[in-house]
C-alpha cells in the first residue's frame, strides 16, 4: 500500500475511535466529522484517501470494513494499533480535542490510557 494513503487511514481509524468511545448506550455524543477534522490536517484532506472518505460516507459500516482490511485490523490487535498509531499521529490538537471531549463528558469509554496530568 503506498504509505501516502497508509497515514491517512490510520489517521482515519483514530477519528473512527474517537466516534465509537463517545457512544453512551444511547447516542453518539461527538460527530464522527468533527472527530476526522480534528485528525486530519488540512493537507491531509487534500489527499485523494480523503476524498474516498468522503465520497464513500465514511460513516458507513462498509468503509469501517475497508479501513479494517485495508490496515489489517483484527479484534486481537485494534487497541496495540490504535496505541501505535495514537502515538505516531495524535498531535497535540488531536490530544486537546480528546481531552476537552473527555472533560466534557462526550467522551465516555476511550480505550487507551490517558495521559499523566490529562483528565481523570
Not at 26 to 38: E, F, M, S
Not at 40 to 56: C, G, I, K, M, V
Not at 72 to 91: H, K, M, P, S, V
Not at 93 to 100: D, E, G, H, I
Amino acid at each position: 500500500m503506498d504509505p501516502s494513503y497508509e497515514s491517512i487511514y490510520q489517521k482515519l481509524w483514530i477519528a473512527h475511535m474517537l466516534h465509537e468511545a463517545s457512544w453512551d448506550g444511547t447516542k453518539y455524543r461527538v460527530y464522527l466529522g468533527d472527530c476526522v477534522l480534528a485528525v486530519l490536517s488540512p493537507e491531509d484532506r487534500e489527499h485523494p484517501a480523503w476524498f474516498q472518505y468522503n465520497t464513500l460516507q465514511g460513516r458507513s459500516p462498509l468503509f469501517v470494513d475497508f479501513l479494517r482490511t485495508q490496515l489489517g485490523i483484527t479484534d486481537d490487535n485494534a487497541i496495540t494499533l490504535l496505541q501505535t498509531w495514537w502515538d505516531r499521529w495524535a498531535t497535540e490538537r488531536v490530544q486537546r480535542f480528546l481531552a476537552s471531549r473527555i472533560e466534557n463528558h462526550k467522551i465516555v469509554a476511550w480505550p487507551l490510557p490517558l495521559p499523566a496530568g490529562g483528565p481523570s
